[in-house]
């Protein structure tokens, strides 16, 4: 089978009466600022786990402790994208110093960025990089940019990258940017290294698919020894992850998409785990998506079965929707009122997702991108 590159835009329908799922004000709590996590767990694997384990129990364990919760046979799928250096620092021609974030590259040394302030750049203004006199090259690593277009989804300016090759491209992003940090980590300093998980392979990312930072090498080498498979996929993580949800009717709320690749590799491991009655387990809504994804595309073109995939999903999961790959997952404790917080209620209940959320705050969980984790294994009609 041959991957299918293509753009994914599904929709899940929504129920036709108005129930408190379909509703903003549904997903929203309150959560002690305290409990918001600056730094991850360390060693990574000693953050807290809670196992939901039925529909009507859970249990407060620790992330090391992930092997007994599975069963020899269950397929692991993790999300290999890797974050990139995507906040530059530099100037334009009249020495302003300039901001910007790299969102997705478009074509080569063409990237949609974020830039600030945004307003006074027009089409043709140029950037350079490091924040250095213009048309002083000296420095070893420099980068110039022009912006080409204005792109109206996003307010953000599409740059062309003038004077390099794309080796010597990600070369200076490695020396000159910097990894971009949700908003609320403050306390992390010069360790934002720690915001990459330890299996990150593809660089793409500007955001960390952080249920996976959860793991360390010898996890992932006692899951194996257990019988416990591993897959991968990349969905690279866009800043539209952070994008509040701003209508009350959820259902009218237009996802960000995001770049997924399924390979052969692992829709080969999940037919197999299938047939042999094991669970796939994603880590992370990364995977979720990604997985659930490539579904939905398999059948818009009338395939039974789960095939490859290489393109952009904008898939909305909440709660009512049809599950087709995923029989359980790892996730972290997300912002209120986000589409993650919808998408985990879609597999456990929102009602019982809140629940759990209460009793975590009440035994001082961490939440976030460096908090705790949850395991969810709960039936689907749950």
Known sequence: MGETTQFLKVRVFPMTDMSDDRLLSSYDYQLPPELIAQTPANPRDSSRLLVVNSPTNQVHSVFRELPQWLLPGDLLVLNDTRVIRARLYGHKSTGAPVEILLLEEKAPLCWLALVKPGKRFKVGSEIWFPDSPQGNTKSPVYLKAKVIDVDAATGGRLLQFEGSSPDLFWQAIEHLGKIPLPPYITGLGDQSDLYQTVYAQKPG????????????????????????????????????????????????????????????????????????????????????????????????????????????????????????????????????????????????????LMDLYQEAIEKRYRFYSFGDGMLILVSRSA
């Open 205 to 352: 990312a500007v955001a960390a698919p952080t249920a996976g930072l959860h793991f360390t090498p010898e996890l992932l080498q006692r899951l194996s020894d257990r019988g416990i498979a591993q897959a991968y996929v990349t969905l690279h993580v866009g800043v539209g992850t952070f994008r509040p949800v701003e209508v009350e009717n959820i259902t009218q709320h237009t996802m960000h998409s995001e770049w997924v690749e399924v390979p052969q590799t692992t829709v080969e491991a999940i037919a197999q785990t299938k047939k042999k009655g094991g669970r796939v387990i994603a880590v992370g809504t990364t995977v979720v998506r990604s997985l659930e994804g490539a579904a939905q595309m398999a059948q818009a073109q009338g395939q039974q079965e789960l095939v490859p995939f290489q393109g952009k999903t904008d898939l909305f999961i909440y709660p009512g929707y049809s599950w087709q790959v995923v029989d359980g997952m790892i996730t972290n404790f997300h912002l209120p009122r986000s589409s993650l917080l919808m998408l985990v209620s879609a597999l456990v209940g929102r009602e019982r």
